[in-house]
């Protein structure tokens, strides 16, 4: 699916997340979805190596991507507090960039956000995103289910990372409503911690504890 899509960084993005989540995994878990994962990671290279020779040649070196962000920076720098409103950066920025009237805004999500709600409102919008993901960071070591979800997370956040910072497509309506209720559907679930997973963890921290004191009286 991600080959035929014909996006690079969709096609980087779920590399990054396939091999993030196994090296997070426990390693009874692990080695067994390594065996699995890198035969698939080894076709999906190869079967892709055609689409990345073809867009690359389109599209060597991003000359638009660079236009585009020195075009964003411009009208930030005119706006930096209430841009230009939403969904009227191409609108406001196609009447002096002639790449931008064609319909095309900057291929950066943040940059994006910051053309468009200014400084103050890019950030509201995000911070949910950093919170969960701050979240997510301190859950991952839990042995319940909010554990496991903390280490899917933050397995896609460096490929969700990726695509945001090459292309717009995070903000548009179906994506970004879909990418909140996830981040909301997840954060739920760092919320809820199972008996289990509370009696592990308090476990594991009376054994580090005593562990300690025995190497202090040694």
Sequence with gaps: MFV????????????ILLVAWVMMLPSEQAITLRKMIAPALFVGAVSSLGMLKRRFQEDPFGE????FMQVAFGQIVRRPL?????????????????LTAEGWPVHNTPLLAVGELGIVGAGI?????????VHA??????????????KAYLASTPGIFIIAMTGWGMLNGE???????????????LANRTTLGK?????NHAIRTKTLQTVKVA
Excluded: C, E, M
């Excluded at 919008?125 to 950093?130: C, E, G, K, N, S």
């Design 64 to 67: 638009n991507r660079i236009h």
């Design 4 to 15: 035929l899509s014909g996006g690079r960084a969709n096609l980087l993005a779920v590399g």
């Design 82 to 98: 209430a841009g230009t409103g939403p969904n009227a950066y191409v609108s406001t920025v196609g009447q002096y960039d002639a």
């Design 175 to 189: 994506v970004l409503g879909f990418w909140f209720f996830v981040t909301a559907f997840v954060s739920v679930k």
């Design 137 to 150: 960071w301190r859950a991952k070591n839990r042995h319940d289910t909010s554990g496991t979800y903390a």
């Design 125 to 133: 919008l995000f911070t949910p995103i950093v919170l969960v993901t």
């Design 199 to 203: 009696r592990a963890d308090d476990d």
